[in-house]
């Protein structure tokens, strides 16, 4: 697995999926016809209210803004569901639909893996 992202993590528990990029409520409405289980998304904000629908059956949540005192932080918590937030990424390839990790690191830390 080769690492792709870096962020804070809100849970020291690991995730594995096939990872969905979500931009709109219309990605959302996909996921939940095709069946959200085990899927890790991608968001860019913290939309607690558009994954609502899909949340509680995710793996896990990686987001490139927030905090963890964001919403969606403290939503993922209280479901068990770990998360990434205020992830950088460091590739531009897409990561829409590739089996990905999500791992505690040091501290408040976490990565973001990519299976080869």
């Known amino acids: 697995m080769r690492r792709v992202g870096v962020g804070l993590i809100t849970l ?3 995730a594995e999926g096939e990872l969905r990029v979500v931009k709109s409520i219309q990605d959302v ?3 939940w016809k095709e069946g959200p289980d085990g899927k890790i998304v991608l968001v860019e904000d913290a939309g ?3 994954l609502a629908p899909v949340l509680p059956k995710l793996a896990g949540v990686v987001c490139t803004s927030g905090a963890l005192g ?3 932080a403290i939503v993922t918590r209280e479901l ?3 998360a990434l ?3 950088k990424l460091e ?3 897409s990561l829409d639909r590739k089996r990905v990790a999500i791992q ?3 501290g408040a830390g976490g990565v973001l893996l990519l299976s080869e």
């Open 29 to 31: 409405i996909k996921l």
């Open 48 to 50: 607690t209210t558009t």
């Open 104 to 106: 505690p690191d040091e």
């Open 91 to 93: 590739t531009s390839e």
């Open 85 to 87: 937030m205020g992830t």
């Open 12 to 14: 020291r528990l690991s």
């Open 80 to 82: 068990q569901i770990p």
């Open 70 to 72: 964001s919403h969606l």
